[in-house]
């Protein structure tokens, strides 16, 4: 087959991530050129893309011909698999051979849902997987805490990630769409991300798996079983809340610094008391210390102190971009809510323990 080496890296740069050892069958290590397409797989999720290639038949490139393929001058390459599953691949004077497997070893799970696609904003979608999906759990046994939850009712998105101890939840809306529930894995999202689909994307999905599709990509991938949990639930009456609004900017410098004295193995909590106009702000480790006070816009009633984990607000904050944000609180044993005007964005983060 001949194909561009730019058409050539882009597929290789987008199957990152899906494409690696696997001992229990062996040609996924590999990426799938089947005529006009690259598939990767690991049968969790399977990634197709469309590419511009002319002749040959199916051939599986290894990994580690990837680099190669990098190294190589911006040129026409032409790609052979030979039967004994050696891959070979000349650019102008420069010949390189791999061996691979065969082509229909290949494993593939490609089960499209026998439904009839839902069309999503994808910039907009992607944007808020983006906002959301940190705070969804990587290990946890309840198997719906590893994903984010997709929930559309009355044409608005409700896209939501927690591990536990932070809640992220954003919203999109998407007139004329169904009302669905679905959990998508935490690793589906991030090579949904990471693909940029900004224009639409046709969703088909039925109880156990999910096809995201453009005019350039697919993704097939799998749906966690179960039920996720009711966020509306940890929400209380704005009227037991106390607000305060702050430079966002100011707020997250002060993070930083703070969680510069926590190291990898120990977490200290940072102590946070609101008197006032002011947020003062403690850590103290075995070997640093950390003290600060900022000022807050608007005045908070009484004294309250409560304990806080400096990296988990750094990243709750990460999805904000205005001047101004607003933290809202009940006591030092419930969350704080976060949110900024004319963005749809909520976090909720647990507080930590202190004595």
Known sequence: MRINRYELMRAIDKSKGIVQKNDSIPALSALLIDGQRAIASNMEITLEVKLEASGGTSLLLPMRAFDMVKNLPETELDIEQDNDQTVVIRSGKTTSRFSSYKAVDFTLRRDRPDAEGAVLPGGKMLEAFSKVVFAADENSTRRELTGVNLLSSGGIFTITATDGHMVAIDEVIADGVPDMDLIIPKNTVRKLIGMDMDDNITLTYDSHSAVFETDAYTIYSRLIDGKYINTAQLFVPEDQLQTIRMDRKDLVSALTRAN??????????????????????TLVASTSGYHEILEVDTEFSGDMKIGMNPKMLLEALKGYSGDIITLKLMGPRTPVYISEEESALKMIVLPVNIT
């Open 260 to 281: 510069l004295c926590n190291s990898d193995d120990v977490k200290h909590a940072l102590v946070v008391q609101l008197n006032g106009q002011t947020m003062d702000m």
